[in-house]
């Protein structure tokens, strides 16, 4: 495979002619070619390992050779639609309402979360027999026109608000209206979800469906799908119990990150991206939220941009997110460990502290080229 | 595997419980189970040979040994999404691009050929700052909310059509307004999308699309995919050009089915899915329109349920489709041979030899419970 790599300037130039820029690189400065990766590690064509904090669409890692070998004896067997009969798509439902509340007991199996997100809308309208959606503020929903009209992430910069849409404000206990010190912030929120639609229906309009964040979905209308699921979720067990791979605590970055050394730059608020208010960080899934001045809590947007493409430069793939792109998105695969934590934030104090120097000794935060 | 398999009626009982009764099963009064599918053949859990007539997803055949391999290589090495540098997707958008009319040099690659349909109003609004689409009566265009609201197949049944939606007639040179007598019929159709696009703009209406079936789609936005459809690509020239793999010619079944000895129930009329008003067939995509009399060419809908049923009952996977439901509509894969065009070709004159003597003696055609 290997031999057959093109310059990567050469696959970036082919990229610029053939692929829509609609279709955004990460790092678009100076983009990262991967060719290969492995559990939580990701590798350019130069053999350079990074350490993924992005991609948790990879649960259990990248290419588990559990799920890739079950992949492949699916793929070998039968790949097709879901008008057959089968046990793999029953099992995996099956599998999957022992974990869930009695009631959600009938399934679809689709082929991505915005597909997923289209059909509750569906759901709702057709059962509701109403066609208002409530959403909250900054939410996005997925990639389909009728997602986009309710993610106000996304139609603040295309075709704005449609009339059946209300927008929630975010319950960010940080930014938001109601903060830390409110004495009940979520009641607070949840108060004004309950303003937000009494004025809606007040105005005769009718709500189908409250959007909280996208709903939990899982793709694949296929039958290897479903066996990868059902695979992915046997791995996790197994590679959960085994000793010799020591996964990270779900909360081992949360209860890190804010540990480590602050420089006056860094404030080690840990937000989630949604709803809870209390939560700083679910499972491995952790925000933190730069900002350039503690009184305004203004975002830090080009620190985070400058910090994330430094991180990158020392082999750490990370992301920001939030209306202000100025939080740091940690969601590595599962398999991410505690060692890999340690890094991480030790890389992270690095650079933190030489931005700090160089705010101090008035430097631009600018990249090398 | 086969020795964890379910009796059939406890994975169609967990079925009935699990998965929604939306989610149609093929011949839902007596469904296949299968377990394992090959080239053009699939097999169902007692190991008897189906031939397929259904699924030509399956380009290159089922579980193609060079697909299959390609998807796992890639699989081992790299699975992720498209905001890395990647050679597959560049070289993959290169090839395709040495298919197509130079205009058509940007490539978008999406999860379905609905998120494509979804993407294409997408670009066509936001380009033409027009809202309106022209649609063919009876198309289907995808399962998404945004492409039930233009396919009057789905929408007739559900919310009905919007005003930004105008329904152009379907040229249907056998049950539409202009027919094989008429001396232009494409004209007379182009002329019918013309009429409507005035009226629609003398109403102030602005087109944004005209959709004329699904556009061209490929799936896949991550990387295995691209070499998936690459390999898909390659294994096409290759089983081709291989003697001992003997390929139908595309039109084989376009001629060999007219051909065919004809029962006065049956009416060997060659209808395309679509557009096209002199060909009768594509490829291997054949429509045969079963009517009940000549003089009206009423849809011949339980008959076709019926013949579709016998078939099954003697290993052919067929389906029906059109407004009557009444159309075998014939799209094996590619490697469907001119051998299995012959078998199935005979099958259907025996079961159609057969119902014609039902009939002639005034028998009910009901299947064997």
């Known amino acids: 495979m290997a031999a057959d790599q093109r310059p990567k300037a050469d696959t970036l130039a082919r990229r610029q002619r053939l692929i829509s820029s609609s279709c955004r690189l990460f790092f678009p400065e100076d983009p990262v070619k991967i060719v290969r990766a492995q559990g939580q590690y990701m590798y350019d064509e130069q053999g350079a390992e990074y350490i993924d904090c992005i991609n948790n669409v990879a649960h259990v890692g990248h290419c588990h050779p559990l799920v890739v070998q079950a992949a492949h004896e699916q793929n070998q067997v039968l790949n097709t639609n879901s008008r057959y009969l089968h046990d793999t798509i029953v099992d995996y439902a099956q599998r999957l309402s022992e974990t869930l509340p009695e009631q959600l007991c009938v399934f679809y199996f689709l082929n991505s979360g915005s597909e997923a997100n289209d059909l509750a809308l569906r759901l709702a309208r057709h059962y ?20 986009i009209d309710i993610s106000p992430y996304k139609f603040r910069n295309l075709d704005g608000q449609k009339e059946w849409v209300h927008v929630a ?17 979520a009641m607070a929120y949840a108060n004004e979800v309950k303003r937000l639609v009494s004025s ?6 009718k709500i189908a469906a409250f959007f909280a964040e996208s709903l939990p979905s899982v793709g694949g209308q296929i039958i290897p799908p479903a066996g990868y699921f059902s695979q992915v979720a046997d791995s996790r067990e197994k590679t959960s119990s085994l000793t010799s791979s020591p996964w990270a605590s779900p909360l081992a970055m949360a209860t890190l990150l804010p540990a480590w050394p602050q420089p006056s730059l860094w404030r080690g608020h840990l937000k989630p991206p949604a709803l809870s208010t209390s939560t700083r960080g679910v499972g491995l899934f952790i925000g933190v939220d730069l900002i350039k001045d503690e009184a305004t809590r203004t975002p830090a947007t080009e620190e985070a941009a400058y910090l994330v493409s430094r991180l990158k430069e020392n082999y750490v793939l990370l992301s920001t997110d939030g209306p202000g792109r100025n939080i740091l998105k940690f969601k590595p695969p599962m398999c991410f460990s505690l060692d890999n934590a340690r890094q991480v934030v030790a890389k992270l104090d690095a650079i933190l502290t030489d931005m700090e120097e160089k705010v101090r000794s008035c430097e631009t935060l600018r990249l090398q080229p």
Chains 1, 2 share one sequence.
């Open 169 to 185: 404000p975010l319950p960010d206990t940080y930014r938001g209206p109601y903060r830390e010190d409110h004495l009940n912030p």
């Open 200 to 205: 809606a229906q007040e105005k005769g309009r």
């Open 128 to 147: 509701t027999g109403h066609q208002d959606v409530v959403v909250l503020d900054h939410a996005y929903h997925g990639h389909l026109s009728s997602l």
